[in-house]
């Protein structure tokens, strides 16, 4: 090779050596450390520069509808020459798996339950024990005789045996707990001790799921709480399982008589059952359940949410999940309730099969513009056709509560 061709090769590699330098030092000026983007990754390109990714963290952020995720991006000039790594983060709408896939519960009340009150007839007439004792509806029996209770059995048990000897209790009303002494009256028709009271110590029932995250099978179902049927009000949960369900049935709905869906649990347990709330009921599935749709959707926010067409998920028959259309009206936006918005069934399908909302719809997922938007939560006695849902914004901030 000659010394002119030597020295021109030199040169060019001394230019390109310089050149190279000169590029990557005003590039280590111009990349920033680190960038946070309004929604998602965004890879910022630059000629001469490829960047790299080692994999997007994700996780929730504060509220609830967005997922927070970061990854450090390298960038190496002509491909091959490490220059910078950038811290990148930004957020991404919440990804759920939208339900309408049917769900059994069985659950323990977090001790006994008072429900309602009976007469004793004793010798000297008619008495009520409890409610002279100052128990009242609702209120939750957590001990008695100074050790826990779980089971209407081990109160009756105790009654019986009491010979009329008062017997402590103490019980939870409205967060606080009280202390009260409760004296067995003897009936004369059932020849035993007896309270007056009728409790429950345990509960099942069938839902809809309303979505389901994809990384860790968490969660809602309902959009309302699991309520006692005598007194209205929320069951307190100690622990439940969930339980697969088949439907094999529905009951129409007509005006002043709710219909409802017909099935039976048909399977052992396929999850854990959390948390019982105002917006819904809340678990963890052991698995990824059957039936789920195949991709995930973004949440919507209550802003999201517009009057006019939506659909719902739902499952009423051994068919499987289906599609139905709706209409939303009469927002209101600052609603924290299980009431946010009216839902009307429109679809003729849905109609011919059930006349409406039935009982077994509650926690049917709402689908707007593409986006998880809301719940089917109730239904109007009076017009089957329509009821109310919930904001998917409320079921998500209850469900974060239940994590703290």
């Known amino acids: 090779m000659s010394k002119k061709i030597i020295k021109y090769l030199s040169t060019v590699l001394l230019l390109f050596t310089v050149f190279t330098f000169a590029v990557g030092n005003a590039y280590d000026i111009i990349i920033p450390d680190s960038v946070v983007c309004s929604s998602g990754i965004e890879l910022k390109s630059y ?9 997007i963290e994700a996780q929730k952020a504060e509220n609830s509808l967005t997922a927070k995720v970061s990854s450090d991006v390298n960038y190496k000039l002509y491909g091959i020459i490490p220059l910078k790594t950038v811290k990148v983060t930004g957020e991404t709408p919440l990804m759920v798996f939208p339900g309408g896939m049917p769900f059994g519960v069985k659950f323990m009340t977090d001790g006994i339950l008072v429900v309602g009150f009976c007469q004793v007839d004793t010798k000297s007439g008619n ?4 409610e002279s004792s100052g128990l009242r509806a609702n209120d939750v029996i957590i001990k008695m005789n100074g050790s826990p209770i779980t089971s209407s059995d081990e109160l009756t048990s105790a009654v019986e045996a009491s010979g009329g000897k008062d017997i402590e209790l103490t019980y939870r009303r409205d967060g606080k707990e009280y202390t009260t002494k409760l004296s067995p009256a003897f009936s004369e028709t059932e020849n ?8 429950r ?4 029932g069938i839902g809809t799921v309303t979505f389901v995250i994809p990384e860790s099978y968490a969660f809602a179902g ?23 369900v088949t439907i094999n049935g529905v009951v129409r709905g007509l005006a002043g008589s709710p219909g409802e869906v017909k099935g039976y649990f048909s399977s052992g347990k396929t999850g854990s059952l959390l948390g019982n709330t105002e917006c819904g009921v809340y ?6 359940p059957q039936g789920i749709h195949a991709d995930p959707l973004p949440v919507g926010s209550r802003s ?9 998920y739902c499952t009423l028959d051994t068919n499987g999940v289906s599609k139905y259309e709706i209409e939303i009206s009469a927002i209101n936006k600052d609603s924290t309730s299980n009431k946010c918005f009216c839902v009307k069934i429109t679809d003729p399908a849905l109609l011919e099969k059930t006349g409406g909302i039935i009982q077994g719809m509650s926690g049917s997922p709402i689908i707007q513009n593409g986006k998880l938007v809301g719940a089917v939560t109730h239904v109007l006695i009076n017009d089957p056709t329509t009821g109310y849902g919930i904001f998917i914004e409320n079921m998500l901030n209850q469900m974060g509560e239940l994590a703290k």
């Open 222 to 244: 309902l959009g309302h709480g699991i309520c006692d049927g005598q007194t209205g009000k929320l069951i307190p949960m100690q622990r439940g399982s969930v339980v697969g």
């Open 192 to 199: 035993k001790y007896k309270t007056g009271l009728y409790v």
């Open 201 to 204: 110590d345990s509960g099942a």
């Open 304 to 312: 999201d949410v517009k009057e006019g067409k939506a659909h719902i």
């Open 127 to 130: 008495k009520n024990p409890a």
């Open 47 to 55: 000629p001469l520069l490829s960047a790299y990714s080692d994999g």
């Open 283 to 288: 678990g963890v599935f052991a698995s990824k």
